[in-house]
């Protein structure tokens, strides 16, 4: 428990979000909310200090827990951190997780005093992954299903073998489409958010950082993974009283819908632009493309706007060194989703002034992380070890400035 109150520390000192909008400087971080109504900054400063508040089991945290407190993997509404990594396991295939009735799908880090420690079950698949950005993630839930199924279509014939396509999921029973979803013939919908991209919507996505990362139950999900265990069939498990109200797990909601956009640093600079025009010679906009455009929202900061989040929403095959023998949806184990590239030059700034870049931090470095990158990527991580140490340097500078 002293690692976990050392990261308590140093992310509550890191949270540029408990500024106030006039303090903030986009240019040099990320935090604050899009343009919003006097009511609706009231509400978002209410899901503000909810995110970054941290739970006690007298407010219902555990018995078996990853984190205290949403801020405390998502310093600065930024990636997470090798000390709050998270532990999915159970699920090999595309035919669901056989061992939630033994904690699945996340493993508690820590637990509460009396309580035996989590183990993974014998037999069971299992992966590490880094809390994603959170800035920026409202736009991204309003993108049309129409767009990524249209990007989908656009890798039919690319020559390098990219073949990206959504991760499609079933949804939980308390879990609404999102307005516009398209629905498959099975049933399923489009996922985008998480590294395999198999959550459908913000809202099920703070459900299950809540319930899976805190042990905390909700109305979208009642049941407390621990009540889960030695159940032969989980679903008969009792559902409990939700531990944290509608009115505070709304206000998270509209906290991460609303959050900004990163924005990029020095975009007038010549290596910068030098930079942004190798990104794209050398195919890495194929599946970080650049610009996306939402569609109607509730919120109208959100509504039609062009913004430029370096992804494609789809999940791609990144290859065996990828491959971590777990999975979520319909994606294979060695399929991710497209993680934006928005924020990256300002990681180090919330890991400690290292870099932990891919799903589980392998990656210490932008160069080292290309590298990586295999199978759809392939050719694209080929023609970056061949080009001239001008255009790699021009290219890293661009990376580091978004």
């Not at 060695?334 to 590239?341: D, F, I, M, N, Q």
Request: net charge negative; with cysteine; aromatic share 8%.
């Amino acid at each position: 428990m002293v690692v976990l109150s050392i990261v308590l520390a140093v992310t509550t000192f890191s949270a540029c979000s408990k500024l106030l909008p006039s303090m903030i400087d986009p240019s040099q971080g990320l935090c604050g909310p899009v343009s919003l109504s006097s009511a609706q900054t009231i509400f978002f400063s209410k899901g503000n200090d909810q995110f970054f508040a941290n739970r006690t089991a007298a407010t219902g945290l555990g018995p078996f827990f990853v984190a205290t407190g949403c801020g405390s993997c998502h310093s600065s509404d930024n990636r997470g951190h090798p000390f709050t990594i998270l532990t999915r396991f159970g699920q090999s295939d595309t035919t669901g997780n056989t061992f939630l009735n033994e904690g699945a799908p996340q493993l508690g880090t820590f637990n509460l005093p009396g309580y035996t420690p989590e183990q993974i079950p014998a037999g069971a698949s299992s992966t590490k992954l880094i809390a994603p950005i959170t800035a920026g993630v409202g736009f991204l839930e309003a993108v049309p299903d129409s767009e990524i199924l249209a990007l989908a279509a656009a890798n039919e014939n690319n020559p390098d073998g990219v073949r990206g396509h959504p991760n499609y999921n079933t949804l939980p029973a308390n879990i609404t489409p999102l307005n516009g979803a398209i629905q498959r013939s099975d049933g399923k919908y489009i996922c985008r958010f998480g590294r395999k991209g198999a959550v459908h919507s913000l809202i099920q996505q703070v459900a299950d950082a809540y319930n899976h990362d805190m042990g905390i139950t909700s109305s979208f999900l009642p049941y407390n993974p621990y009540n889960y265990l030695d159940q032969t069939d989980p679903a008969s498990a009792p559902p409990a009283a939700p531990e944290v109200t509608s009115d505070d797990f709304n206000s998270v909601v509209f906290y991460v819908t609303c959050l900004q956009t990163p924005v990029q640093r020095n975009p007038n600079d010549p290596t910068v632009q030098r930079g942004n025009l190798v990104f794209t010679q050398i195919g890495c906009g194929t599946c970080h493309q650049q610009t996306l455009t939402t569609g109607n929202s509730p919120i109208a900061a959100l509504a039609y706007q062009t913004f430029n989040p370096f992804t494609d929403l789809l999940v791609h095959d990144m290859g065996a060194g990828l491959d971590d023998g777990y999975t979520e949806g319909n994606a294979k184990t060695s399929e991710w989703r497209t993680a934006p590239l928005w924020g990256l030059g300002l990681a180090p700034q919330v890991q400690g002034g290292y870099t932990y870049l891919l799903h589980d931090g392998r990656a210490h470095s932008i160069e080292e992380a290309i590298r990586l990158h295999g199978g759809e990527a392939t050719a694209s991580a080929n023609r970056f070890n061949s080009l001239g140490q001008t255009d790699k340097n021009a290219l890293l500078t661009f990376l580091k400035s978004l």
